[in-house]
């Protein structure tokens, strides 16, 4: 009888062993599994700081080209300003012009100040039409 139970409980070792040796396995293939998954959040982690990154690194550049426009703006503006204030000299210059063409004809001038006057003439009337057309 007590050879029937030492064969008893050497059996129930080994089924033991060998249930310790799946338990093993098992248990190392948990934790290879929760080591992947760490590995996998703490990858998915680095990936959400990268975006994070660089939305703020886009926001940042819309910012400064915001600012950017706006400083363009102001300057445009203040170029208007003076092109309308170029503009209104321009068509004093033209009365002007007009004046001194006037004299030059009454006093026989030469082709060439004639010519000076059409081209100061035609150099008014196209700084005209671009302050007028932009």
Known sequence: MLEHKLKSCQRSKRSLK????????????IIYQYKEKVNLVASHGQMLEDEQAKVSALRVEREAREGVIELLHK?????????????????????????????????????????LFNYCQHMVELMTHIIRNH
């Open 75 to 115: 300057d445009a503006m203040k170029w208007m300003d003076k092109f309308a204030l170029t503009l209104n000299k321009s068509q004093e210059l033209s009365r002007l012009l007009a004046r001194a063409k006037a004299v030059a004809d009454t006093y026989s001038a030469p082709d060439e100040v004639h010519s």
């Open 18 to 29: 060998e249930q310790l040796s799946k338990t093993e396995e098992n248990v190392l293939i």
